[in-house]
């Protein structure tokens, strides 16, 4: 039989959108179940905090429970890897953030690959640092600081919450940029570092923003400058390092990725909710406070992010000469 030509059309248009419905099926249903997020830090920080914020407004959004797994440890590889190999169906995400483009360098054997290995969802938020010293330091800007460094070369030391941590990069890329020589001396984390710093037994430090406000509101600490391109919103009386370093500029910053090979369908619903989310008045407001400043992206344009972010470290951590320990 014949078909008329209309029909046959018809038909014919039907057919071709026949492939898609699956892919379009799948990202409707998703998610039809809890999802984890593994986060490579501790309970209780403020990464942690950031990501049972973000995935309860997920889970309120979307009807199914998004929770947090802590997987610290390796300098957040340990979390890394488990979602690396995690199943790529969505329901596995990784919070991200600049330790594991450092690790890209510094650990190469053990660290997720970020270009290849993972599949980038969406950026969150950029956070500045802080540089501080001890009130015995004379210098209140970062030119005074730059030439106390050179006229007493040496002299200085700069703590650190371990080697190859972020802010161990930070102060090495000052450094480098500012042509000053300073100790770099390595705590187990920013407690311990802040406590030494407090008692004079380190000067400088590239500090976490909300610790840092919090020793430097009860007049134990001195604010140089945040390490942001631009000023901060919520400081805007706070200069930043580049106003004195040309071209200084660097922050830590949150993400989320899943498993290679996710279905792209669901990494665009994931990426168009959590963008949905950072721009909430309440949200956004939020991060702002948090002296952050959110970061929505498209998961291609976080993808790059996270590249750049590995060639930024690795020229430090080269220059430097960083080994991991």
């Known amino acids: 039989m014949k078909l008329p030509r209309r029909k046959f059309l018809h038909l014919a248009a039907g057919a071709a959108v026949l492939p898609a419905l699956p892919h379009i099926a799948r990202a409707q249903a998703y998610p039809s179940r809890p999802v984890r997020i593994v986060v490579g830090n501790a309970a209780g920080g403020t990464q942690d ?35 690396a190999r995690a199943a790529p169906d969505g329901y596995t995400l990784f919070w991200i953030g600049p330790a594991n483009a450092i690790n890209a360098t510094l650990d190469e054997k053990q660290a997720v690959k970020l270009g290849s290995a993972i599949a980038p969802v969406a950026g969150i938020s950029r956070n500045s640092f802080m540089m501080v010293v001890n009130p015995s330091v004379p210098a209140k800007t970062v030119s005074e600081f730059i030439a106390y460094a050179k006229a007493n070369p040496g002299k200085l030391n700069m703590a650190s919450a371990g080697n190859g941590t972020i802010n161990h990069l930070l102060g090495e890329m000052f450094k480098m940029m500012a042509g000053v020589d300073m100790l770099h001396v390595p705590y187990r984390g920013e407690a311990p ?91 956004n407001s939020w991060i702002n406070d948090l002296g952050s400043t959110p970061m929505p992206m498209t998961p291609s344009e976080f993808g790059v992010l996270l590249v750049n972010e590995v060639e930024r470290w690795r020229k430090v951590i080269r220059v430097a000469n960083v080994k991991a320990e």
């Open 49 to 83: 905090v950031m990501a049972r914020t973000i995935g309860q407004r997920l889970a309120e959004r979307l009807g199914q429970s998004f929770y947090i797994d802590n997987r610290p440890g390796a300098n957040a590889n340990i979390g890394a890897q488990a979602v």
């Open 193 to 283: 570092a802040f406590t030494d710093l407090l008692s004079e037994q380190v000067h400088v430090y590239f500090g976490g923003l909300a610790a840092s406000l919090a020793q430097i509101r009860a007049g134990k600490l001195r604010a140089l400058a945040v390490t942001t391109a631009t000023r901060l919103q919520s400081l805007p009386h706070i200069a930043t390092v580049g106003e004195s370093v040309s071209g200084y500029e660097a922050t830590s910053w949150a993400g989320i990725v899943a498993p290679p090979g996710t279905p792209t369908e669901i990494i665009a619903k994931l990426n168009g909710e959590v963008n949905a989310i950072l721009s909430e008045p309440v949200i």
